[in-house]
């Protein structure tokens, strides 16, 4: 019995406040925040059905946006004429700061005064100050998505949402950022500092280098900068010298003096040999990049390239005991082995060494090689000296010997024919 009139009252109510086919409703709406101070600057719309029989269905009003008090005004008018085709529900929806709060009601049947409440939206104060902690009056800050105008002294109060909240200041010709973490009400002082960049440009050596220079939008050309009062703390920063472009990472937190350097010497090559073993050939050399500031070898760039019976091939030397070297095939005997070793720095610098290797049964040889050059160098073979070259050597020099004997002897034998 009790479920029977319960259910009566049910259905009597939602008869009593049913909306009529037709129906007007002017809503009252307003926006608040966790403390239920009014936001400006919510984007409010409504959705709500205009009717069914011609086909219209829901319709959205024109976004509004909040003033200062928060309240809007909207006004639903439904067309229907068939009350069973009628639709009641109403969507309310605002937006604030990245945050959207949706109610849903019966037209005609709700409150005169609805509330969007944005529960997690706090006040946030803040004070903008320059590196002398004087304020910065009149300048439009950047909170989240928002614009908003610093007072004559330096305040802004303005309601956000908890979290992460990204500030910025125009200043000096920079923008300064800052992340709040907002989770209540609360006061902040944005200082807007300025660093100094002191920047020189040398050469592998040390030596000052001309080069171009860039610091945000300003382009330059000269060894060095010195630039006062940059707000920014990570400037954008190339130097450009030749077709090389190097970007520093610039921190004026950590300190404000940097150095670029180019490396314009080539690696050197040193100490080349070549050692015939089981079948194989090895040629190895030393790899330096000389000066204190030099990028270092770039091995992976590094090849050694041979010829053999008029064909060209190349190999990629590795490292063995602080040198390279590679292992090729060894060519038939006598046969001339010329090959060329082109080395790479970091920065892109070249050198090369020639050298020839003549294939004999001997077990070692060392080869001849150019000097260091851009294709340049004249190679040559070298033989380790044979058996019978050292017995002809042998010979000769007893000849010699007998001869000054003979003469050494005729000369002491004139002395005393003349006494």
């Not at 608040?32 to 069914?52: C, F, H, L, M």
């Not at 080069?211 to 060095?224: F, K, M, P, Y």
């Not at 080539?266 to 070549?274: H, M």
């Not at 004997?405 to 034998?413: E, L, P, Q, S, T």
């Amino acid at each position: 019995m009790w479920k029977s009139l319960l259910l009566f009252i049910v259905m009597f109510g939602s008869l009593l406040w049913a909306c009529e086919p037709g129906f007007t409703d002017d809503l009252e709406i307003k926006v608040i925040d966790s403390k239920y101070r009014p936001i400006s600057g919510a984007a409010v719309n409504i959705t709500y059905q205009k009717d069914e029989t011609t086909g219209k269905g829901y319709v959205t009003s024109t976004t509004q946006y909040t003033p200062e008090d928060g309240l809007l005004s909207f006004t639903a008018r439904n067309i229907e004429t068939f009350e069973s085709r009628v639709e009641c529900d109403i969507t309310v929806m605002a937006e604030y700061d990245g945050v959207v709060v949706e109610r849903e009601i019966e037209a005609e049947s709700h409150s005169a005064l609805l509330q969007m409440r944005f529960e997690d939206a706090y006040l946030l104060n803040m004070k903008v100050v320059d590196k002398n902690g004087q304020a910065i009056g009149n300048t439009q800050v950047r909170i989240n998505g928002m614009y908003v105008n610093t007072s004559d002294e330096g305040y802004i109060a303005v309601i956000v949402n908890a979290g992460t909240v990204e500030v910025a200041v125009p200043y000096l010709g920079a923008v300064i950022a800052r992340e709040i973490e907002v989770d209540s009400d609360m006061t902040y002082t944005l200082q807007a500092r300025a660093y100094s960049l002191s920047l020189d440009v040398v050469d592998d050596r040390g030596d000052p280098l001309v080069a171009q220079i860039t610091v945000e939008d300003n382009v330059s050309l000269g060894t060095g900068i010195d630039i006062e009062g940059l707000a920014i703390t990570s400037p954008y920063v190339k130097v450009a010298y030749g077709s090389v472009e190097k970007f520093p990472q610039i921190d004026l937190t950590q300190g404000g003096q940097y150095r670029v350097s180019f490396d314009l010497t080539p690696p050197e090559i040193t100490n080349v040999g070549v050692v015939g073993s089981g079948g194989d050939l090895r040629i190895s050399f030393f790899l330096e990049d000389p000066n204190a500031l030099a990028s270092g070898p770039d091995i992976g760039s590094t090849t050694v390239s041979y010829v053999v019976s008029g064909v060209t091939q190349e190999a990629v030397p590795y490292a063995e005991s602080g040198a390279y070297a590679v292992e090729i095939p060894a060519p038939p005997e006598n046969t001339l082995l010329r090959f060329t070793i082109t080395a790479y720095d970091m920065e892109g610098n070249m050198n090369t060494v020639n050298g020839e290797y003549l294939v004999t049964p001997e077990a070692q040889q060392e080869p001849e090689t150019g000097n260091g050059g851009e294709g340049e160098g004249q190679g040559g073979e070298t033989e380790p000296p044979s058996e019978d070259g050292g017995l002809i050597f042998l010979a000769l020099g007893g000849i010699v010997v007998v001869v000054l004997a003979y003469v050494v002897i005729g000369y002491f034998r004139g002395l005393s024919d003349g006494e």
